[in-house]
Each structure stands twice: as structure tokens, then as C-alpha cells.
């Protein structure tokens, strides 16, 4: 069966078991992967797979499914074993039909590149990343290059039959100069033209370069420089669990009841873009068949909106946001607005501080009240009089988020598109300045 | 399974020029209910199955899968992995072989009373109403109340080119459950744990959830009403509990040992090791601690006999009497360490590839009694349970902060204090060992690690375990 057929065939079984909204998004992809260590190619993978997700709202229940063979017989098996499941679910009050369709959804600008989807010889791209980071000194190199060819066809029972299609290429280059050593750059775009593996490479190259000289810095507040890799981790964090509807309701936001109110400085505006031009997560359409948007979550400081699927939003009393997610609605592409300054102004105006460029393993003391921790990886510099002295090591960032937002001072106005193992979701993101930034380190 | 067709595979990749050639065909089918506040909300149930293939030609390493099990579709993805192993290898210099291991034909089975997924849907929905009843004069209190429960039944089987054929079945039990604690004027307190087995449903009978939580939900009440701070600034004797010890030696001796992140093969994701390959035998910490990974626990979360390599399953330990004893190892990594493999290579569906990841690590028992461990602290703290935690990516600097924690003085467990942070180097926490509980447990969690990630359920535990002259600090 053609994806557009089983999508459809999804729609036609549903209905039958007597469920009143019925969608099903068939996505085929072809997924290619070449990861290298230690200067060359370690393993090269590819993957080929149809997966069908449906979703049914049986009298006002929701039940949903994923199943990577999507012939009809399996998809009626499912279905049956749903059936029996649909009485014990419970009815939800804040239900909503799916949305009734068709939507006009246009086009998408640098979604889809035909030299992406054919392209050959991944390694050559390889080397040019492992090359440029040598050239800025790096003595050994590992990463990854990721390159998908991705079609989805979504049919639901409120009249939407609609498709889009995706390529996307990225790369993640770690440089080292020795074990305690090491930066990190990427490159990600829907299009050959703006995939970039020697920037990549020269960016993990040099910062690794800038660790040469090691200093001492013990833990406390500080001003902090964090660049877009941090910015990414973190912004995603924000805008999955404190923006996403769903946690807000489930009350686990650090942004509950916080609407219309100022949660950050007034230099931050942070929105979600489902079809920013070149963005990894762009698409036409969320899981209901809602065309995607720009959606402003945080103006000039001040809480405008979360992320809505039909029935968050209803719940909400307010539009939905093109987020779906059936059940969790989540940032497409998120957008941190520019600022005025270069980098290197913003390291200029610290007197004392810390400059990070990575980190990873951001996890929560408590999620309502956005208390965290999360450590550095890769190049971590001490700034004193505006100028970066030397690498430090084993600081951890340990506060709040909502501290961290309020807390910006200054945002760069060059920004990078991120995404990488360790991101929720792709962001454009600057490089920030935050005062008081809370850092530890161990003790023993 | 269609072992004709895993067969057809791996001899079509051997005519087309492989040295070696190994395809895995996995079936995982199960459900995975959400529960929050009183309410079922959402039921999902998801099958997934296909065949993985991995290749290595001429010291080239290649993988492909597909979700198709058709002769044709699986003739094009050998063929896709056959072309990409073979332009690799014209530009290698030095490529990767695989230790030699015994030819392996095998069937095991997880042993198991009641299957999961046969499981009457009423019954699956009562585990959730229990907990709500039992929860009835806390739930004012509890804002915030999300439950998922997941079973699932995986089925492989694993053909290669040496002539090993292995098939398992096992099930998967899974529990997680996020409750936040809150009066006003006092804050909140979050609390998320799991558990996990190995077992089927009579696993999910035993864990008793509604006394397990209404046990939690009278502490985390505790914690808001009674506890302090912590002590801080000072040195401190700390007693870890089991649940705090278990994520400590899964993080810090665990993940190090894996000899691809020692080969830097994970570096620029799960990070790489503060081990190198020259420091087995090397002190890493006090005669107290030994630390073992055994896969072959029956009912846990880490279980199985053969790994996906075709390798019979051992224990093995990682860290004894203090000094660096054993890393985990595939065929791949065994190679390069000209030692054999000790059967380490998972992987968590059928198009991922295998890699080195744990079963079951836990700290091994001593012989004290609590009431030993703590008598001879002047002043101290207990950690009972965590929240937050996190590790560089060499699994050097690592830190827990305490949900349940309790100060000790002079030999006395005393009041509840509050968000104790323990944040201490690898070589700082397991120097400071001077004393080992006897009673072992063991908690369950997914591990995460690859690209693509691979998320495998494993356990971890220990006993409690003393730490000396350690300074806490505070969280946030």
C-alpha cells in the first residue's frame, strides 16, 4: 500500500470500531548515519522505515498507537485491542473533535532539497569536519553526521489529507586536544548550501585551541557567557516542560499561573516556529492537520502564550497553537530574538566571570519550581577585565531557570540554528549574558 | 521467527563479499497506559519489528534495518550495507575486527507467571485506581499526580555468520510514577522514581504501588512540614542509601567501564571515561568497594543469557576490593583490548545496532547492619533518596541532591534536612568508602546511550554505604 492508502485505510478502520475522530500519519524515511572517533569513520548505518501512528477519540476517550508494520492486518489487530481497552479509559471533559479541515497549508521556504536526498559519498563531508578542526589544532576528532529523507501523509476523520516531505543533513564535531580538553561545534540545515561541516569543525577546533592555558576559579555567582550550544540545551528544557500546555495543566510548569506576567528580562523574546525558513523541525502541519505557525511564548519578558494542541487549548480557553503531539503538545523550531551586541562585546563587559560553551545533563530537583542542575562540557573559560584568561574545570550550572531568564543582561546578535544529541528541540539561538549565574563544583 | 529469512540475510551478505555478516530479526509489542489525577487519560499500544543487519567487510563496519521482512526489501538493504562498508574500507587505514567467541546455538526465555500482556484491561486500570484510593486523604496535598505503566514482550532472533543462533523471549514490566508535593508557605517538594523487572504481571502485583506511594506521599509531606538545612561548610560523615548507591555505581563505575567510551567510540554523545585502556589493575578507590554488573539476575531488568552478538551472558566485576578489575566489552571492543568478549552488546530494537551497555550493576554488599554504619558518626547525614543528578561526560564529577535525607548525630538518625547536594569526583567519593551495608537492593531505570539513542532497561542497586569527610553543599 501506498503511505496516502494505509493513512487512509487508518481513517476507514477507526470509523468502523465506532470512534467519532480518527487521524493516521504515515511516515516513511530513509535515514543515514557515518560516525567517526579518533579522526576516522567507525561505523556508517542506514535505516528504512514506515511507521504509522494513529489516534482515536473514542466517546471522548483518546487512545493512540504506533506500529512499524503497517499492513492492514496489523493495523486491525491494534485496533481490536484497543476496542476492548476504550470502556476502562477514561471520558475527558476537555475534549475536543479533531479539527475540521481541509487547511490551506503554502509552502515552506528551503524544506526539501533534492541534492540532500540523493546526496553520496557522506564521508567526504566527514573529512572536511575532522580537517577543519585539525587545522585549528585539534588533535583528535569524533562526531556525527546524520543525513534523512523524511515523507509524512496525514487523513483524519474531519476531512484533512495532507503530506509534506523533508530532508534535513547535520553534523556534531567534538575536538580534542587531550582527554580534559575538547570543544564541540555543529552544523544543521534542510539544504546542502547552508550545511557547513568546516565550520563545524573549525568552531570544535578552536575552542578546544582556547584550552591550552588552565586557571583556577572557585564556585559561586557569576556572570556567565553562555553560548548557543547552552542556549540550546536550555531553551528547549523552557520550552518543553515550562511551555508545553501539558505540563502547565499537569501543574509541573515552572510557568504555571504565570501568564501575562513578566518571567523574563525584558530583552528576551522567545517564540516557536514551525516554519522558519532552513528550520530541522519545520513542517506544514502539526498531528491534527493544524498548518503551523509562529507562535510569540515570550515577549519583551512578559508570558504571551504555551504550546496548544486542539484540546489543551480548549481546556485553556484560548486557540490552538499548532503544537500537537495528540496528547503533549512540543516546540517545533525555537526562536531566541537577537540582541545588539557581538560575542566578543558581551565577553567585554564582564569584569569577573565564567564563559561556557557546552553543556549536558540538565535534570530537575523539581520540575514546578525549575530547580536544576546542569554540567559543563568542553571548553569552560574564566573572563576577568573582559578578556577570556584561561580554561577552568568541574563547574556546574546549579539554580532556577525562571533566575536564569530573569536574569539575562545581554544577547548576541549573531545566532546559530542548533541541534545535537543532547537538544529537546532545534534552536536559533544567540549567545547570552546572565548575572548571578549559581555554579558549583565538587567538593572532595 | 522466520529464521529462513535472518538466514537468507546473513549468507546473501556473505555472497555479496562480507567477512562477517549477523542479522537480528526483534518483535517488541506491548502498551503503554497514562494515568494522571484520577483519570486514564491516554492508552497507547505500539508493535514494532523488522530486521537489522550488521556487516563488516574488509575491516568496515556497516548496519542497515528494515521494518520489511520481504526477501526483496532485505536483498536491497544488504546490498546498501555491503556498498557503504565497501567504499569505507577503501579509505581505512586501520579497520575494526571482531574478537573470535565460541559458536553459540541457544533458545532462552525470561521466566515469567503471568504474561503482561494477556493481562485483563480492567485489572491493568485497577493497578492505577488502588494507588488513587490509597492516596485518598493525601491528595489534597498532591497537586500534581502522573502514572505510567508499560508492558511489553520482545522476541529475537540472532543468526551470524559463524553459525550462532540464538532466540529469546522475554517481558518487560515498567512502573513510573512523578508526584508533587505542596503546602502553602512551605513550597513543593518533586518526587519521580520507577521500577522495572523482568518478570510479568506478578512483578507488578509485588511492587504493592499503592503502599509504596502513600509511603512516599507521607514523606515528601514530612519534607515540607519538618526538614532543615542541611549541614553545610563543615566536613560530615554521609550514609548513601540503596536508591542513591545503585545510580552512583551505574554512573560512576558503570558507564566508565564501557570500553568504547574508554576508546572514545561515544565522544561526541554519552561522552568517553576518565578510565584508559592501561588502568585495569589501577586503585580507583577504598578495599570496601567492589562493584559487579551481572546480566544473568533472573526477573531483573537487565536480564539475559546470550547478548545480541551471540556471547553467553556472565557476571562481571567491574571494580574489586577498590582496583579497576574488568571493563564491558563487545566482540569489537574485545578485540582491540586482545581479551574476549564478556558479552555486553545490546541493543534496543531492531534497527539499532548492538553496543556496550550494562545489565544489572550494583555495589556489592558488606557485613554492617545500619544501626553499625551510622553509631561511630558524630555528625552526619543520610541520603535516602535523590532527584536531581548528573555526571560529566568522562564520569568524573558527578552530583546527587537528597530528597529523603536525614541528619545523623552522634550515632543517632535525627530530623528530616532538606536538598543535601552531594557533588563529589569519582576518585574523591570511592576513596572515602569505610563501610558497606548487607542488605542489597536493587532499583530499575532505562539507560540511555547511542546515536540513535538507545534507551535498555537495566537495575542498579547496592547496599547503604558510608562516605567519610565529605562536604554538602546546598541546592538551589
Known amino acids: 500500500m501506498m503511505i496516502k492508502d494505509v493513512a487512509k485505510a487508518i481513517v476507514s478502520e477507526g470509523l468502523k470500531l465506532g470512534a467519532e475522530d480518527v487521524a493516521g500519519i504515515i511516515r516513511r524515511s530513509i535515514k543515514k548515519m557515518v560516525r567517526f572517533t579518533n579522526n576516522k569513520v567507525t561505523v556508517i548505518k542506514e535505516w528504512r522505515e514506515v511507521r504509522a501512528d494513529f489516534y482515536l477519540g473514542y466517546k471522548r476517550r483518546v487512545l493512540t498507537g504506533s506500529l512499524s508494520k503497517v499492513d492492514l492486518d496489523t493495523i486491525r489487530k491494534a485496533f481490536s485491542d484497543l476496542s476492548k481497552v476504550a470502556k476502562y479509559v477514561t471520558p475527558l471533559d476537555e475534549y475536543v473533535s479533531l479539527p475540521r479541515g481541509p487547511f490551506e497549508y503554502g509552502k515552506i521556504g528551503e524544506a526539501f532539497d533534492d541534492r540532500v536526498a540523493k546526496l553520496e559519498g557522506l564521508t567526504d563531508y566527514v573529512e572536511e569536519a575532522i580537517n577543519s578542526a585539525l587545522e585549528e589544532g585539534a588533535r583528535r576528532v569524533a562526531g556525527v553526521l546524520n543525513v534523512s529523507v523524511d515523507e509524512k501523509f496525514l487523513a483524519t476523520s474531519s476531512g484533512i489529507e495532507a503530506e509534506d516531505k523533508a530532508t534535513n543533513i547535520s553534523i556534531t564535531v567534538r575536538a580534542f586536544l587531550d582527554k580534559e580538553r575538547s570543544g564541540q561545534g555543529v552544523s544543521c540545515s534542510r539544504t546542502l548550501d547552508k550545511f557547513d561541516p568546516s565550520y563545524a569543525g573549525r568552531r570544535a577546533g578552536e575552542v578546544a585551541s582556547m584550552c591550552k592555558k588552565e586557571v583556577s576559579a572557585d564556585p559561586g555567582k557569576y556572570t556567565v557567557i553562555l553560548d548557543p550550544l547552552v542556549v540550546a540545551n536550555l531553551m528547549g528544557e523552557i520550552a518543553y516542560y515550562g511551555l508545553s500546555a501539558y505540563f502547565v495543566d499537569a501543574k509541573l510548569s515552572f510557568f504555571t499561573g504565570l501568564m501575562g506576567k513578566k518571567i523574563a528580562w525584558e530583552g528576551v523574546t522567545l517564540a516557536d516556529d514551525g516554519r522558519l525558513r532552513n528550520g530541522p523541525a519545520s513542517t506544514l502541519f502539526d498531528d491534527e492537520g493544524i498548518p503551523t505557525r509562529r507562535t510569540v511564548l515570550i515577549e519583551n519578558g512578559v508570558l504571551k502564550s504555551f504550546l496548544h494542541n486542539s484540546r489543551t487549548a480548549s481546556k485553556f480557553g484560548v486557540k490552538t497553537t499548532g503544537n500537537a503531539g495528540w496528547l503533549i503538545p512540543r516546540p517545533w523550531n525555537i526562536v531566541l530574538e537577537p540582541g545588539d551586541y557581538k560575542r566578543e562585546e558581551l565577553i567585554g563587559e564582564v569584569r569577573k566571570g565564567i564563559y561556557i560553551t557546552n553543556n549536558w545533563y540538565t535534570r530537575f530537583q523539581n520540575l514546578r519550581e525549575g530547580i536544576f542542575s546542569s554540567i559543563t562540557r568542553d571548553g569552560t573559560f574564566l573572563i576577568e577585565g573582559g578578556e577570556v584568561k584561561g580554561m577552568v574545570r568541574g563547574f556546574r550550572i546549579s539554580d532556577r531557570l525562571p533566575n536564569l531568564l530573569l536574569n539575562v543582561r545581554g544577547i548576541s546578535k549573531e545566532r546559530e540554528l542548533v541541534e545535537w544529541w543532547e537538544t529537546i528541540a532545534p534552536v536559533l539561538a544567540p549567545t547570552l549574558l546572565v548575572e548571578g549565574l549559581n555554579l558549583t563544583k565538587a567538593t572532595k | 521467527m522466520d529464521e529462513d529469512i535472518t538466514t537468507y540475510a546473513v549468507n546473501y551478505a556473505m555472497e555479496k563479499g562480507a567477512d562477517y555478516a549477523e542479522a537480528r530479526i526483534q518483535r517488541d509489542e506491548g502498551f503503554s497506559a497514562l494515568y494522571r489525577e484520577g483519570r486514564l487519560e491516554a492508552y497507547l499500544t505500539v508493535v514494532r519489528e523488522g530486521i537489522g543487519i550488521r556487516v563488516l567487510m574488509k575491516g568496515a563496519l556497516a548496519f542497515a534495518s528494515t ?231 533472573p526477573g531483573s531488568s537487565g536480564f539475559y543469557l546470550y547478548d545480541d552478538e551471540g556471547v553467553k551472558a556472565r557476571k562481571r566485576i567491574l571494580f574489586k576490593e577498590g582496583v579497576i578489575n574488568e571493563f564491558l566489552h563487545n566482540r569489537e571492543t574485545a578485540a582491540v583490548f586482545k581479551v574476549r568478549s564478556n558479552a555486553a552488546a545490546r541493543a534496543s530494537s531492531f534497527d539499532r545496532e548492538p553496543i556496550i551497555r ?26 535516602k533518596t535523590f532527584m536531581e543528578w548528573n555526571i560529566d561526560d568522562k564520569r568524573w564529577n558527578q552530583r546527587y541532591v537528597g530528597l529523603e535525607a536525614y541528619l545523623i548525630e552522634r550515632g543517632e538518625l535525627k530530623g528530616l534536612v532538606r536538598n543535601p547536594a552531594l557533588e563529589i569526583t569519582t576518585g574523591g567519593l570511592y576513596e572515602s568508602i569505610d563501610g558497606v551495608g548487607r542488605e542489597l537492593k536493587f532499583y530499575a531505570g532505562i539507560c540511555g546511550k547511542g546515536d540513535p539513542m538507545q534507551g535498555v532497561p537495566v537495575w542498579f542497586g547496592g547496599p547503604e554505604v558510608r562516605v567519610r569527610k565529605i562536604r554538602l553543599s546546598a541546592s538551589t
Not at chain 2, 575494526?96 to 565460541?102: F, I, K, M, Q
Not at chain 2, 507521607?218 to 560530615?236: D, F, H, R, T
Not at chain 2, 556489592?364 to 541520603?383: A, C, H, N, Q, T
Open chain 2, 358 to 383: 550494562m545489565a544489572n550493576t550494583y555495589f556489592e554488599p558488606g557485613d554492617y547492619s545500619f544501626e553499625e554504619l551510622i553509631e561511630d558518626i558524630r555528625k552526619g547525614v543520610y541520603i
Open chain 2, 67 to 297: 521494518g520489511d521482512l520481504k526477501k526483496e526489501r532485505i536483498r536491497e538493504v544488504v546490498e546498501s550495507a555491503i556498498r557503504k562498508a565497501s567504499a569505507l574500507s577503501e579509505r581505512l587505514k586501520e579497520g575494526t575486527s571482531l574478537a573470535e567467541e565460541p559458536v553459540s546455538k541457544a533458545k532462552w526465555r525470561a521466566e515469567f507467571k503471568e504474561d503482561p500482556l494477556n493481562i485483563p484491561v480492567e485489572e491493568r486500570v485497577e493497578v492505577f485506581k488502588g494507588i488513587e484510593e490509597r492516596l485518598r486523604d493525601y491528595v489534597k496535598y498532591l497537586p500534581s499526580r502522573v502514572y505510567e505503566l508499560s508492558a511489553s514482550k520482545t522476541s529475537k532472533l540472532i543468526v551470524n555468520s559463524e553459525g550462532s543462533v540464538i532466540y529469546c523471549e522475554r517481558p518487560n514490566v515498567y512502573f513510573s510514577y512523578s508526584l508533587l508535593a505542596y503546602t502553602p508557605g512551605r513550597g513543593s517538594v518533586h518526587r519521580w522514581s520507577e521500577l522495572g523487572s523482568s518478570k510479568g504481571w506478578e512483578a507488578v502485583r509485588g511492587w504493592n504501588l499503592p503502599e509504596k506511594l502513600v509511603e512516599e506521599a507521607k514523606v515528601m509531606m514530612k519534607i515540607l512540614e519538618e526538614a532543615k538545612s542541611p549541614p553545610l561548610g563543615e566536613e560530615v560523615d554521609v550514609i548513601l542509601g540503596s536508591e542513591v548507591v545503585g545510580l552512583m555505581v551505574h554512573e560512576s563505575c558503570g558507564h566508565p567501564s564501557e570500553a568504547d567510551r574508554i576508546l572514545g567510540r561515544e565522544a561526541a554523545q554519552a561522552g568517553e571515561s576518565f578510565m584508559k585502556p592501561d588502568m585495569k589493575g589501577k586503585r580507583i578507590g577504598s578495599k570496601y568497594v567492589t562493584i559487579s554488573d551481572d546480566p544473568t539476575i
